[in-house]
């Protein structure tokens, strides 16, 4: 079946503009994640997503970071005012059910967004 | 705040060798641990997760284990080929899901 996709692939902004990154997840997954991957370094966490409501945006690093689901399915992540630090790979993913403390499912990953500020 | 460390930052090693990568994290109370293989300019394909309820997990010539008490995680590969060069991240997850990462190891099996 049909893993996740992540569109574009690749997006170069220059400083200050606004920036709209899609995440499809596969279908079915209730949780939704992203993460942001810098060069040399493991993904950060920015946010999760449980059906349409943000359950944890405890890694968004500042306001110009926001992300929505509205139908429990797909999902943008949205940057304002980028600035050259925001480069990075973002990366989506998602899982089952997410956790439940007891129990977690696999997250499976999309080939994620290069998003470059110049 | 959860951290997690991998050593060594990259392997190289000949073909056929069994290898062995480690992981350590600094909070116990994780909820699961996980075991991705990261391709250049690709996504993270999911190798192996252990419940906090498991000790270990086998898949093929993979097997990762988890000792929460101490705070580590190895990942053990039998019989390196050419083909399991990439860089290796593990992960340890959050009640919700949530992975913290480490910033892996880079694995370069030599034919």
């Known amino acids: 079946g049909a893993g996740v996709s992540q569109t574009p692939s690749n997006k170069v902004t220059e400083k200050g503009k606004y920036v709209e990154l899609r995440c499809d997840p596969i279908s079915g997954h209730t949780a939704l994640y992203w993460y942001r991957q810098s060069l040399g370094q493991g993904p950060e966490f920015l946010i999760y997503f449980q059906g349409t409501g943000a359950a944890d945006d405890s890694g968004l690093p500042n306001d110009r970071f926001f992300a929505v689901r509205p139908e429990g399915s797909v999902s943008t992540l949205k940057i304002q005012r980028t600035e050259r630090g925001d480069s990075a790979v973002y990366l989506c993913?998602?899982?089952?059910?997410?956790?439940?403390?007891?129990?977690?499912?696999?997250?499976?990953f999309g080939p994620g967004t290069r998003l470059t500020v110049l | 705040k959860q951290e997690v460390t991998q050593i060594p930052a990259a392997l190289s090693v000949p073909e056929g060798e069994n290898l062995v990568l480690n992981c350590s994290f600094t909070?116990?109370?994780?909820?699961?641990l996980q075991w991705f293989r990261q391709d250049p300019g690709k996504g993270l394909t999911s190798l192996l997760l252990i419940q906090s309820s498991q000790r270990e997990q086998t898949s093929g010539r993979l097997n990762a284990s988890l000792d929460k008490s101490s705070g580590r995680s190895t990942l053990y590969i039998a019989a390196s080929q050419p083909g399991d060069s990439a860089t290796y991240l593990c992960a340890g997850g959050g009640s919700q899901g949530n992975l913290i990462f480490g910033k892996g190891t880079k694995l370069s099996v030599k034919p």
């Open positions: 993913a998602s899982s089952l059910n997410g956790g439940t403390g007891v129990r977690t499912d696999t997250q499976y």
């Open positions: 909070d116990s109370a994780i909820y699961n």
